[in-house]
């Protein structure tokens, strides 16, 4: 974690719950990206447009995974129990299950990362390859769908009202630290 006086650069706002939000939409946008060419390919050959936008799809859910368990983990769960305000620190509990979640979440994105990269090297997959990976990203699209609506509902709205600006603004520098852009 970086020291908790951090600012933002210039330019970037402190809205680190807006960052996490937007994580949640690149993990699922992501997944639904997987998952169509699955569904219209079958698991078997993509052509060169295809293959490419499977690249960048598994890049940005590989990506965004990490980043948001390290988000939660790293800054926003320190600053939610270590905060003055009782409201806030009510909701460290549910940001330490959901963070569970999220390990949880990731287990299944691994297989999913290796499903698809035997997909793009070996150029097809099996039928019971394919099940599986359709099974793996159906889970991972509602976990995650699941995970950023309690956040949103339970951790959020709390959050938002109960951080202190010096908070927000470290966690919004941590956070852009971690993406290389501060």
């Known amino acids: 974690m970086i020291a908790t006086t951090q600012t933002p650069p210039p330019g970037a706002t402190?809205?680190?719950?807006?960052y996490l939000s937007k994580c949640h939409h690149q993990i699922v946008q992501s997944v639904e990206e997987i998952l169509n060419l699955l569904d219209w390919t079958?698991?078997?050959?993509?052509d060169k447009m295809q293959?490419?936008?499977?690249?960048?799809?598994?890049?940005?859910?590989?990506?965004s995974v990490r980043l948001h368990g390290m988000d939660e983990a790293d800054s926003l769960q320190p600053r939610l129990e270590s905060c003055e305000n009782a409201d806030v620190r009510s909701i460290a509990p549910v940001l330490a299950t959901l963070i569970e979640e999220t390990r949880s979440a990731e287990a299944v994105h691994a297989d999913v990362d290796v499903l698809v990269r035997k997909w793009l090297r070996e150029k097809s997959?099996?039928?019971?390859?394919?099940?599986?990976?359709h099974d793996k990203l159906t889970e991972l699209h509602d976990a995650f769908t699941r995970h950023a609506k309690l956040e949103q509902e339970?951790?959020?709205?709390?959050?938002?009202?109960?951080?202190?600006?010096?908070c927000k603004h470290s966690i919004t520098a941590e956070m852009l630290w971690r993406r290389g852009l501060a």
């Open 14 to 18: 402190a809205d680190p719950l807006g």
């Open 42 to 46: 079958q698991g078997g050959t993509l």
């Open 51 to 63: 293959e490419r936008e499977m690249i960048v799809s598994l890049e940005r859910l590989n990506r």
């Open 125 to 133: 997959l099996v039928f019971l390859e394919v099940w599986s990976l």
């Open 154 to 166: 339970g951790v959020f709205a709390i959050a938002e009202t109960g951080l202190c600006e010096n």
